[in-house]
C-alpha cells in the first residue's frame, strides 16, 4: 500500500511538472534573470526563438536554455539548447535555436539553468556602437581593457511592427576569435526581407580570462 501511495505521488508530481507553462528555473541565480524572447519564420524554411536574458543579480553568471517548442494541442514537435557565457551585472545577452518543423509550431517553453561565472564579464572593457541602415546594422566593438577578449558577437533581432522578422548573429573577433586589447572591430548584419525593420534589438556577449 505505501508503494502504491508513492507511485502515486511521484505521477502527480511529474503530470504537475509537465503541464506548467511557466518557465522553470533551475537555481536561484535564475530568478535574477529578465527574459525577452523573440521568434518569427523565415521564408517557410524554419522558424527562430531567441531569447534575450539581463542579469540583474550582482554577480556574472553563465547561462543554458532548453527550449521545448509545442503543437496547439501542447505536443511537444521540438526541442534545442544553447548557452552564453559570463553575463555581467546589467548585461543583456542573447540565447537561440532554430526549429525545422516551422509549420506545427504554436508556442514554445523553456527552462533556464543559471551559475556564477568563472569568467569575467565584458561590460565593461568592451564598448559598442552600431549604425542603422535601411537594410543592416553595422557594429562595433572596441576593447578598451587590458585583456584580450574571447568570443565576443552581439545578436540582433529585427523589428517591424513589434514583431521579430529577422535574427542575425554578429562576430566581433578576429581569426583566432578574439577582439585584442586595445583594439576596434567591426561587422555587420544584413535583413533578408522585403519588409525591411523600423527597429532593431541587441544583445552583447563575450567572455575575458580572470
Request: net charge negative; hydrophobic share 40%.
Amino acid at each position: 500500500m505505501k508503494r502504491l501511495l508513492l507511485l502515486l505521488i511521484v505521477l502527480t508530481l511529474l503530470l504537475t511538472a509537465c503541464s506548467s507553462v511557466e518557465p522553470t528555473p533551475t537555481s536561484n541565480l535564475a530568478e535574477s534573470l529578465e527574459v525577452k524572447d523573440y521568434s518569427c519564420v523565415i521564408d517557410e524554411q524554419f522558424a527562430y526563438y531567441v531569447a534575450f536574458v539581463t542579469n540583474t543579480a550582482d554577480k556574472t553568471v553563465d547561462v543554458e536554455i532548453n527550449i521545448t517548442a509545442k503543437d496547439a494541442d501542447g505536443k511537444m514537435v521540438g526541442s534545442g539548447d544553447d548557452q552564453v557565457l559570463a553575463v555581467g551585472s546589467g548585461q543583456t545577452s542573447g540565447l537561440w535555436t532554430t526549429f525545422d518543423d516551422w509549420r506545427s509550431i504554436d508556442s514554445f517553453d523553456y527552462v533556464l539553468n543559471v551559475k556564477e561565472s568563472s569568467y569575467q564579464s565584458i561590460k565593461d572593457s568592451v564598448s559598442f556602437e552600431h549604425e542603422e541602415r535601411s537594410d543592416r546594422v553595422v557594429i562595433s566593438a572596441t576593447n578598451t581593457g587590458d585583456k584580450d577578449a574571447d568570443y565576443v558577437w552581439v545578436d540582433v533581432v529585427f523589428l517591424k511592427d513589434g514583431e521579430m522578422v529577422n535574427f542575425h548573429e554578429i562576430m566581433l573577433t578576429n581569426s583566432d576569435s578574439v577582439l585584442p586589447a586595445g583594439q576596434t572591430l567591426t561587422g555587420e548584419g544584413e535583413i533578408y526581407s522585403q519588409e525591411g525593420f523600423d527597429e532593431a534589438m541587441y544583445a552583447y556577449n563575450g567572455r575575458i580570462h580572470k
